[in-house]
């Protein structure tokens, strides 16, 4: 599922082409389907949850009132529901967001500086937890980071990393239950990962992460970081929309801090022209 959400004004037109390919199609769960961009100024979902989703898109549409639309929203919230919507998109994913050209550069240079303090625990591998189509994994190779193992619950989108990228290990799994061992992983990424998770959901994303990386070794998660959460309009179950969570950087700090890990750099990205929320990040390693 992951990548994150395209956060570039361009990445507009992406919502047309996601609606000819996928709309109305059902994967994986019944009711699994697409919702297109519905004109200039909204774009399309990455990840990662961007404007197509390896995470998601943020929608600063509220939701609507009412008990029942709330218990929808918090239903929508899960994992299995993301990835049955996700998979829906994977094939115009893979081909619209082949790469990290729509992150900002300051992003990249999260990437990088984590990556450099991931680098230092090498031979173990790298986990790249929801990653979608395998797009970082070039760069992720490009930093000196091998093997990388790549994790997502959706099996239309590991199908297409394992068809675009061969020579990667592609492995299913999620956030909240990466299969590998205890203390195995040189560092874990979660690129937009995790918006779709509700309170309980980072948390144990946030002790899975910790249970899988060796001493020292770090985490990085980007995220968004708007005002409120927002029902998607492109990705639906059932008619419902996904949670488009907003995650507050010291609730993310707070929740991997519980999980026993060592905050060590976090910020918050003000929106891009174009880009409704704003961007946040949070490095944190496990104790020595």
Known sequence: MGGGEPRDPRAWRLGAGLRRAVAGQRVGRPGARVLAARGPGQRAVSGGEHALPPRGCHDDRRPRRGGHHRRRLRALSSTRHAAAAYGAAAAEYARLLPDLSFEAASDVAWLRRWAGLASAHAPLPVVDAGCGTGRLLPFLRGCGLDPVIGVDPSAGMLAHARSMH????????????????????????????????????????????????????????????????????HLAVDGEPLVVRALPVPVVVAALVSAGLELVASGRREPRPGERAAQGMVIARRAR
Do not use: K, N, T
């Open 166 to 233: 061969p020579e990667g290990e592609w492995r299913d799994g999620s956030l909240e239950h990466l299969p590998l061992a205890d203390a195995s992983a040189c560092g874990v990424l979660g690129w937009y990962s995790m918006i779709h998770l509700d309170g309980d959901g980072l948390a144990a994303a946030a002790r899975e992460c910790a249970r899988v990386l060796a001493p020292g070794a770090p985490l990085l998660w980007g995220f968004h970081s708007g005002a409120a959460d927002a029902p998607s309009r």
